[in-house]
Nanobody, 118 residues
Framework: QVQLVESGGGLVQAGESLRLSCAAS????????INWYRQAPGKQREKVAG???????NYADSVKGRFTISRDNAKNTVYLQMNSLKPEDTAVYYC????????????WGHGTQVTVTS
């Protein structure tokens, strides 16, 4: 059974930091690309950052320079270090694992809430 479990969310003030973790089980973690998405109330889910199986990273413009995604294949875990948080970063953050073989294989976690107050 595949599981992606997010943790590390919480309530912080603007300017503070959080580190989210996404722990995976039931998959060969190292061959999956991992993405972080977020969804704020009343808004569509948006991609925040991604890291490929080879370690290449990409970020949404809104978080470049503030967020860093990394992975530890030995621990089957991906991290999202979030610095200089802003109230507009408030959302539920979801972990997503993706692999393209003959078709797209994708899994989602249940999310972790991040709330940033001004």
């Amino acid at each position: 059974q595949v599981q992606l479990v997010e943790s590390g969310g919480g309530l912080v003030q603007a300017g503070e930091s959080l580190r989210l973790s996404c722990a995976a089980s039931g998959i060969i973690f190292s061959v999956y690309g991992i993405n972080w998405y977020r969804q704020a109330p009343g808004k569509q889910r948006e991609k925040v950052a991604g890291i490929s199986s080879g370690g290449s990273t990409n970020y949404a413009d809104s978080v470049k320079g503030r967020f860093t995604i990394s992975r530890d294949n030995a621990k089957n875990t991906v991290y999202l270090q979030m610095n200089s948080l802003k109230p507009e970063d408030t959302a539920v953050y979801y972990c997503n694992a993706v692999r393209v073989v003959s078709s797209l294989i994708t899994y989602w976690g249940h999310g972790t809430q991040v709330t940033v107050t001004s």
